[in-house]
């Protein structure tokens, strides 16, 4: 598919893509949105920065231009993801569109969003556990919810989301369309797709399990003393947007305090931030304000950030599946990264579970870390994943 006018999608739609500069569809969106037009529901994978918003997005605001009625729900992991994915739709529907939004996030008062459903909204983005809220108390409808997206199913499972998602699942009407989409496929996802979804054509662009080839990684192998003056010495030499993965909460909040003596223009975002204060830190790096943001994991996955030019891994993950997530920050819709690893000696059990996940071929006698190995993986692995907390 050469552009998006050859899908018949509406006009005011059209008109959107237009002034976002949309004009050649990505591979994920080009084998998606035909299939989802007709109305058939998707499994869709494909690594982070591929275009998977629109993916859904456009077969979503196609529905809900060219019907009267019936309204759609879109459920995110985090509430920074359903704010850049509420954003997007909202693109999508165009600045004079009659058709109403709501955003049900957590950490954010309860009676604005009664007061956006009383607006009968017939799109309606958030997270699991406050959607579930709304629908306790009878502030949210879903009876004429045909059109059912679940965003970054994978972590969505990671944070224990399952039963609520289940949950919610019973007040959404049975003759429905739904789309999942996930950058992983392990075997629970399968599973959760095979109770969800009804005959889906199935949709996946590159190896999920390999990172985009334009990431340049280097490790560096440090001792535990000199592991912070090497983050130094490589945020100095380096220019540009930095994300710093840490392993804790706490040391994401001590890691920003020490920069900042040092002169660094560096904040913190992890899971105990509220809402508003994780938002007001995504917008000061987004608008370049702060050029390091230190994380957690919890901000590896889904936030669209287009100019992270590197990436550094202060401490490894505590999951495989994490780094490809967290370098996946970088590169974005075809831009140029870095991704930084450094390693300490008892890195070194972390460090070739992460090796064996993305190359699942390399002979297991491979002790060494093998620096820019990034030749596609075959496959991917179906593990058992250890469910973790929010971080
Ligand atoms: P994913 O969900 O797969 O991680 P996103 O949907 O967040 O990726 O998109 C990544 C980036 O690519 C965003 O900045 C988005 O605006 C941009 N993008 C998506 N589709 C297109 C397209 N067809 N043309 C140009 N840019 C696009
Ligand atoms: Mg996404």
Not at 77 to 86: D, F, G, K, N
Not at 213 to 218: D, G, M, S, Y
Request: aromatic content about 4%; proline content about 7%.
């Amino acid at each position: 598919m050469q552009d998006f006018h050859a899908l018949g999608l509406p006009q005011p739609l059209m008109r959107s893509l237009e002034s976002m500069k949309f004009t050649t569809p990505t591979p994920i969106q080009a084998q998606a949105i035909p299939p989802a037009l007709e109305g058939k529901d998707i499994l869709g994978s494909a690594q982070t920065g591929t275009g998977k918003t629109a993916a859904f997005g456009i077969p979503l605001v196609a529905r809900l231009l060219n019907s009267p009625r019936g309204s759609a729900l879109v459920m995110t992991p985090t509430r920074e993801l359903a704010v850049q994915v509420i954003d997007t739709l909202q693109q999508l529907l165009g600045k004079y569109s009659p058709i109403q939004t709501a955003l049900l996030i957590g950490g954010e008062s309860m009676p604005a969003q009664v007061q956006q459903l009383r607006m009968r909204p017939r799109l309606i983005v958030g997270t699991p556990g406050r959607i579930f809220d709304h629908l306790e108390r009878g502030s949210l409808m879903l009876h004429d919810a045909g059109f059912l997206v679940l965003d970054e199913t994978d972590r969505m499972l990671d944070m224990g989301f399952a039963v609520q998602i289940e949950r919610i699942a019973k007040y959404l009407p049975q003759q429905r369309q739904t789309l999942m989409f996930s950058a992983t496929l392990p075997a629970d996802i399968i599973k959760m797709s095979e109770r969800y979804l009804n005959n889906p054509v199935r949709v996946s662009v590159g190896s999920t399990t390999t990172p985009i080839a334009k990431i340049q990684q280097e490790i560096i192998h440090v001792s535990e003393e000199a592991k912070y003056d090497k983050l130094l010495a490589q945020l100095n030499q380096r220019q540009g947007s930095i994300i710093v993965f840490v392993k804790t909460k706490w040391g994401a909040e001590k890691m920003a305090h020490k920069l900042r003596r040092e002169k660094h223009s560096a904040d913190a975002i992890h899971g105990d931030l509220h809402q508003n204060k994780r938002e007001r830190v995504i917008t000061a790096f987004r608008d370049r304000k702060h050029r390091i943001m230190v994380a957690t994991d919890i901000a590896a996955r889904g936030l669209d950030i287009p100019h992270i030019e590197h990436v550094i891994n202060y401490d490894l993950p505590q999951c495989p599946e994490d780094y490809i997530h967290r370098i996946g920050r970088t590169a974005r819709a075809g831009a140029e990264g870095a991704a930084i690893c450094l390693i300490t000696p008892k890195d070194a059990e972390k460090w070739e579970a992460i090796q064996r996940l993305m190359n699942p071929d390399a002979r297991p006698a491979a002790r060494k870390p093998n620096p820019g190995n990034n030749a596609p993986g075959q496959g991917n692995r179906r593990r058992r994943r250890p469910r973790r907390r929010p971080q």
